[in-house]
């Protein structure tokens, strides 16, 4: 039970980035490579406001969601908005990667290489739950992501804003005619996608550390889980991010480091062959 | 058009989502210093590291000692009458980049008279081809056993100890305490794979059954490897990974409230644990330390070289470097130049090829020895090298097992404190 705890946890983080990707991918159908470095960046500054700053819980937590949230929307004014009307739809994701990599160095050049400890905001003594053990600010990232994607893909679906992201991810053209403000949308996202990113910095860092490689190992996994679970569904993110974080577990548990990837490349790509949108990815009409 | 339909859109995206992030492991910025043609009046060293990456904090303190070594040679008047100068490439750690970086400064005629090919043994297995090919003579600190190969790679010698050197004192230590299983965990990556075969082998001879354990590099969690471990039911447990990993690895311990004797591997313990874990993970904890870079131990107190060393560390700025990561470490960049100095004076030579065979046959050096890490009179080790061994000769005794510490401004291991 301790594996499939830590199975779930793992599987949170990567639900994680899967929901952040699907934030943007949903309002303004950019695929935004950069969001598991966000993350990373917000395991930083939990360090930097709770470390050196020796600030409580709740300002170390505003101050991630803040910053995070503005570097985000920096990043959809320099690196996206300005390739949004090229035809070349792929332009914004090469700009994202350029951006994940800049963070990258960003961190690097700040903090260094050693990684950084973030103080959980829980007692760090294993709590034994169903006959396994699991510290306690582990289970609240499991409880709070479940939470975040839940409550977005009620978002998405019952609220107008959800609605008119929707529609200008689908024609942004005729969304722009029908009075949707598009640009405003997408800002909106790239917002909502670092706050979400900035404010997890003390859940995700108390367990993973603040390092420099933490963005490059959660990105692919990340985009796993929405190509698992669906791209545009923020349930099949989390299905998709939890499945392949107990998947990657039980088949640790088993068996030596060669496998565990090998497992779960080899169920991404009999689902991207079997069911091409993923398992919650909606069917597309042809056009004839 | 249904609303879901703009999915269809992005079915390239995604497709080149796929791409970039198989792509994206290779791609490297290359941070190489711009550099002239070795001219005939310079001795050109390259260094070949992680300049950006992870495993910066190690690249630092080896080009460190490089630097002390330079002001020091140089001040004497260089190698042979030849003022060295100090080159780098920045690999970021990676095979491809490394050997990408050196082959463009080879056909720009940019060779060098030797280098320092990698801080991992899969950068330096990568380069060794192109120094046998081009006969550089080349000096880093491996410790993968597959790189040993004098026949293959004659102009290639290692400057610290193979992962099978440093395992004996492991082997005392689980008979002294009556132990009749040895786990180890590690990542699975050269140096781990090697650490942990080096382990296997020794304890196997000894009679000691051996049980193990392995993640890959982008595990954020250990917690069912050590699962797995746990079931088999070791008396002591060999950990082995560099940096976060090391983290990961006691953090999960302390998950499953596993108590058992846990030994850091000399990868592992050269990681500043106690500054990263609270005291109740370090319970029965231990790392591997060298002798000679433990503070007050009498294989560091006045030993002449290494407090010149330090000195002279601190005076090019290395004090940060001294205080993260040790003198130990720093000191395998500064022992590269020290041995090519050494056998250039005995060869009255600065060629690649004489030198190599040079230090297949080094005069014995006078007390207290040039060089850092095996004592002052060689008492724990040695860098004579013979025709069948390019690593040096280490002795059990220089090893000794304390629990997690720090470093003080010397560089020297301090055991049991924190900060």
Redesign the interface.
Known sequence: M??LW??L??GA?YALVGVGYNIV?LAS?V?N?ANAQLIMLGTYLAYFAAVTLKLPLVPTVLIGAAAVALIAVAEERLAIRPLMGRRD??AT??TS?GVA?ALD?IV?RIW??????VPAPLS?K?LNLLGG???PTALLLIVLVIVVGVGLHILSKKTMIGLGS??S???REAAMARGVNVRALAIGAFALAGLIAGAFGVVVGS???A????G??????G?VAI?IGG??SQIGSLIGGFATGIIY??V???T???W??IVVFALFLLILLTR??GLF??A??R?V | ??????????????A???V??LL?GV?A?SGATPAGAASKGTYTFLYSGDF??????YTQAEVLGLKVAIKQINAKGGIQGRKVVLETQNDQNNPTTAVSLLEQKLTSGQKPDAMYPGGSSEVTQALLPILTRNKILGIDATSSDTLNNPKKYPYYFGDSELSEQTVPPYVVEAKAKGYKKVGMIYG?DVSGQASMQGFKTAFQKAGITFVS????D????V???L??LKAQNPDMVIFSGY??PT?YIL??R????WDVPFYADLLSGAF?IV????ASSLHNVFVETSKPFVAGNPAAVGNPVLNKFVADAKSLGGQQVLN?IGAGVTAVGYNALVLINYAANQAKSTDGATLAKTLESLKKANAPVPWLSYGTKSQFGNFYYTSKNHYPNVFPSGFIFQGPGTYNSDGLFVPGTGS
């Open positions: 301790t594996t830590s199975g946890a793992d983080l991918l159908g695929f490579f739809s792929h994701l090469i990667v990599v160095g690097l260094g290489s050693q990684p950084k400890s760090s294993p053990t699991i510290e929707l529609a991810a689908e024609d367990g993973t550390y390092n420099p490689g933490l490059d190992n959660l990105a692919l996994f985009f190509a791209s545009g577990a039980e640790s548990r088993y030596n480091a060669d565990p990837q091409p949108r990815g909606g597309v009409e056009q | 058009m249904p609303v879901r339909s703009w999915v269809r859109l992005r079915r390239p995206a995604v080149l989502v796929a970039v992030s994206l791609v910025v950006t990456g992870a495993t910066m904090a699975n354990a392995s993640f890959p982008t595990a954020v969690d917690t069912p490897q699962e797995q940096g976060v983290l953090k999960s302390a998950q499953i409230s500043p500054q990263n874990l609270p993260n």
